[in-house]
């Protein structure tokens, strides 16, 4: 009985095992599925950005946006009490936009 009952518990457990190796990952930020069109890295545009505003990021997205390539890593950076946006084109890495957030942040 014991031999039995220790299989079940080790194929549940395989089980188990299998399914949370099998679920899908998440993703850290908004714009995810665009990546494959960017020629720098989330990573790297965050580089990029905290050495243009030095801060906290609290949030990050890839979007479409007009100017630059038309693809751009935009980040929200609060640095010294203040919220900034910054924006980093995903193809080149040049700095879009650097300002502070108004009342009513997008």
Avoid: C, W
């Avoid at 599925?33 to 020629?39: D, G, Q, R, Y």
């Amino acid at each position: 009985m014991k031999t039995i009952l220790a299989t079940i518990v080790a194929i549940s457990l395989a089980g188990v095992s299998s399914t949370v190796t099998a679920a899908p990952a998440q993703h850290a930020y908004r714009g995810h599925e665009l990546a494959k069109m960017a020629k720098i890295t989330m990573a790297q545009a965050r580089t990029i950005a905290l050495k243009s505003r030095h801060g906290t990021v609290t949030d990050a997205e890839l979007e479409r946006e007009a100017g630059g390539s038309g693809l751009r890593y935009s980040f929200d950076i609060r640095s010294h009490g203040r919220p900034f946006e910054v924006g980093v084109d995903a193809i080149s890495g040049a700095v879009l936009e650097n300002k502070a957030e108004g009342r009513h942040p997008d």
